[in-house]
């Protein structure tokens, strides 16, 4: 199993800047995908950003295209998301999610692909 635990949500004024990370434990050498999901009250949860370990495939959401980046130290096991210019639109719950299946590179931005979450962390934007 893989454990994972999300810190650096907060309250930010809009235009303003907030970096995510999720720290992986247990089995976090055989992830194979990591991603970035949101979910703001009344809404489905909807992918942001994610990666492929093995390189070649990324995803990233239309709607924070250009301003959040995705990124992880494979050394610390640790996942990033930067977000800048932040809109009122972005504030959700955001939570990091893995898996440890090579398959997952082809549906990267899919709820589904993913059986690791993490317990979420706050994100609100004024």
């Known amino acids: 199993d893989v454990q994972l635990v999300e810190s650096g949500g907060g309250s930010v004024q809009a235009g303003g800047s907030l970096r995510l990370s999720c720290q992986a434990s247990?089995?976090?050498?055989?992830?194979?995908?990591m991603a970035w999901f949101r979910q703001a009250p009344g809404k489905e949860r909807e992918a942001v950003a994610a990666?492929?370990?093995?390189?070649?495939?990324?995803y990233s959401a239309d709607s924070v295209k250009g301003r959040f980046t995705f990124s992880q130290d494979k050394a610390k096991n640790t996942a990033y998301l930067e977000m800048n210019s932040l809109k009122p639109e972005d504030t959700a719950t955001y939570y990091c999610?893995?898996?440890?299946?090579?398959?997952?590179?082809?549906?990267?931005?899919?709820?589904?692909?993913?059986?690791?979450w993490g317990q979420g962390t706050q994100v609100t934007v004024s």
């Open positions: 999610a893995a898996v440890s299946d090579w398959s997952c590179r082809l549906n990267l931005g899919t709820r589904s692909s993913y059986n690791f």
């Open positions: 247990g089995y976090a050498s055989g992830v194979t995908c």
């Open positions: 990666s492929y370990s093995g390189g070649g495939f990324t």
